[in-house]
C-alpha cells in the first residue's frame, strides 16, 4: 500500500475502517498467546503434564507462529492484509476449537500450533495496513497504540479469563474464542478497504534483502533477545513463578497478571509518545531501545535474587519495561520500501517468536532440573537459575551497542564536540562583551 494511500480519508475513517478491525484481531492473538498463564492449574488438573510438556505444549504457538511468519509476509505484500487476514483468522477459529475439544497432551498441542499459525499474521497484517495510510513520523505512537491493545488482550486473559471460568469451564471458554476469532476474520474482510495494485516485487530477494541490510541486523542485535523472553515469560512462567516462589494464590496471581497487562497499555502508548518526544530533540529510537533494555535487564536481575516482598512489584516491571522492545517494529517499517513493510515485519516476527519459543521451553527444561513437589511447584533456585541465565544472555546485545556507539563518534565525533564547544565558548563570550561595551557606554548617562 502507498505511503499516501490514507491521503484521502479521515482520521475517523482510517480508525474505523483500518486500525480498529486489524487491532480487535491483534487484541485476540494476544489474549490466547498468554491465556494459558492463568489456566495452567485447570489444563494440569485435566492432563497430567510435567513442566517440560507445559513448556512444550504453550510454546507450540510461537512454533507455529514463527514458521508461518515468511510465507504470510509473502502473501501480506502480494495480496494485501485483508484477503490474507480472513483465510488465516478462519485457520485460528479452527485450532481454538480443536482446543477446546482436546483430552491429551499431543492433541492440545497439536490445536494449540495450529491455533498460532492461524494468529501469525495479525500483527504484521496491522502494521501493513497502519503503514500504508500513516505517517512515517508517527508511526511509533501509533504502533505503541497497536501494542496497547494487543496489552489490553492480554490483560484480558488474566482476571477477566479467571472470572469468566466462574460460568463455564476452560473447554467453554475456548469455544467463544473460536468464535469471536472467526467474526474479527469476517469483520475486517468486510470493513477494510482493498489495497491499490502494487509493483510485483521479486519476493525471495525481497526477504533476502531485509536480512542484509545493516539497519535491520543493528535492530535485532539489540532488541530480538529482550523481545524473545518478554514474550517467552510473560506468557507463561511469570505466573508460576509468583506462585512457587511467591506462595501466591491462583486469584492473586491473575491480579497482578492483570495489572503487569495494564502495565503493558501505558507502557507501550508512553513508550510511542517518548520516542517521539527524543527524536524531535535529536536522541534515536534506538538510543530510546537501549536504556530500556538496559532497565528491563536490571528487572530480570532482581527476579533472579527471590526477594519475596518485592516480586508483585517486579512481575508489573517486567512486563512495562519489557513493552521497549516493541519499538523493532516502527524502526524497521521506518528503514524498508513501502512495498517491503509486510516481509520486513514478517522476517521480525520469524525471528521474534523463534526466540520466544525457545525461552518458554527453555525455561521449562531449566525448572526440571530441580524436583518438584505433589503440588507441581518447584524451588526458587530453580527460578534464579533461568532467570540468571535469560539475564546474562541479553547482555552482549547491549555491550555491543554501546561499544558501536562509541566507535561511531570516534576521534571525529569528539572532534566535533570539542568544536561545538568552542564556537559555542566563542559565541558566549561575544555576546557577554557586547553587553558589556553597552553597560559602560549607559553607565554615565545613569
Not at 10 to 38: D, E, Q, T
Not at 253 to 269: E, N, R, S
Amino acid at each position: 500500500m502507498p505511503a499516501d494511500a490514507g491521503a484521502g480519508r479521515s482520521p475517523l475513517a482510517i480508525f474505523c475502517l483500518v486500525f480498529l478491525p486489524f487491532a480487535l484481531g491483534h487484541y485476540l492473538s494476544c489474549l490466547l498467546r498468554g491465556v494459558n498463564a492463568v489456566l495452567t492449574a485447570e489444563l494440569l488438573s485435566s492432563v497430567h503434564l510435567n513442566p517440560t510438556q507445559l513448556g512444550l505444549l504453550t510454546s507450540a504457538f510461537f512454533l507455529a507462529f514463527a514458521l508461518v511468519q515468511l510465507p504470510v509476509g509473502m502473501a501480506l505484500d502480494r495480496h494485501g492484509p485483508r484477503t490474507v487476514q480472513l483465510v488465516l483468522m478462519s485457520v485460528a477459529a479452527l485450532g481454538v476449537w480443536l482446543f477446546s475439544r482436546g483430552h491429551g497432551f499431543a492433541e492440545l498441542m497439536c490445536a494449540r500450533a495450529v491455533m498460532g499459525a492461524g494468529l501469525g499474521g495479525c500483527f504484521m497484517s496491522a502494521v501493513k495496513a497502519i503503514s500504508g495510510v500513516v505517517a512515517p513520523a508517527r508511526l511509533p505512537s501509533v504502533h505503541g497504540y497497536l501494542i496497547a491493545v494487543g496489552g489490553l488482550g492480554a490483560a484480558s486473559a488474566t482476571l477477566p479469563v479467571k472470572v469468566a471460568l466462574d460460568h463455564t469451564d476452560w473447554r467453554g471458554l475456548f469455544l467463544g474464542l473460536a468464535l469471536a476469532v472467526l467474526a474479527v476474520g469476517l469483520l475486517i474482510r468486510m470493513l477494510s478497504p482493498a489495497p491499490p495494485a502494487v509493483m510485483v516485487v521479486k519476493q525471495k530477494a525481497g526477504i533476502l534483502d531485509v536480512y542484509r541490510d545493516a539497519a535491520f541486523r543493528r535492530t535485532i542485535a539489540l532488541l530480538l533477545l529482550p523481545h524473545s523472553v518478554f514474550f517467552g515469560v510473560q506468557g507463561l512462567w511469570i505466573g508460576r513463578w509468583l506462585s512457587d516462589v511467591g506462595g501466591m494464590t491462583d486469584d492473586a496471581v491473575a491480579y497482578l497478571l492483570y495489572l503487569g497487562m495494564a502495565a503493558v497499555i501505558f507502557g507501550a502508548i508512553a513508550m510511542g509518545m517518548l520516542t517521539e518526544w527524543a527524536g524531535r530533540r535529536g536522541v534515536t529510537p534506538m538510543q530510546v531501545a537501549a536504556w530500556g533494555v538496559l532497565l528491563f535487564v536490571l528487572v530480570q536481575c532482581a527476579m533472579a535474587m527471590n526477594v519475596r516482598p518485592g516480586l508483585p512489584l517486579l512481575s508489573v516491571l517486567f512486563t512495562l519495561l519489557g513493552t521497549v522492545a516493541g519499538l523493532e517494529y516502527a524502526i524497521v517499517a521506518q528503514s524498508v520500501p513501502p512495498g517491503m513493510t509486510g516481509r520486513a515485519a514478517t522476517c521480525l516476527n520469524l525471528l521474534i517468536f523463534t526466540g520466544a519459543f525457545l525461552v518458554q521451553a527453555g525455561f521449562g527444561l531449566v525448572l526440571g532440573c530441580w524436583p518438584g513437589n505433589a503440588a507441581h511447584q518447584y524451588p526458587p533456585q530453580a527460578y534464579q537459575a533461568a532467570f540468571g541465565l535469560l539475564a546474562l544472555l541479553q547482555l552482549p546485545g547491549l555491550v555491543l551497542f554501546f561499544i558501536g556507539r562509541h566507535r561511531r563518534a570516534g576521534p571525529s565525533g569528539k572532534m566535533m564536540a570539542c568544536t561545538a564547544a568552542m564556537i559555542n565558548s566563542k559565541e558566549e563570550y561575544e555576546t557577554r562583551s557586547l553587553w558589556s561595551s553597552r553597560q559602560g557606554k549607559t553607565g554615565p548617562d545613569r
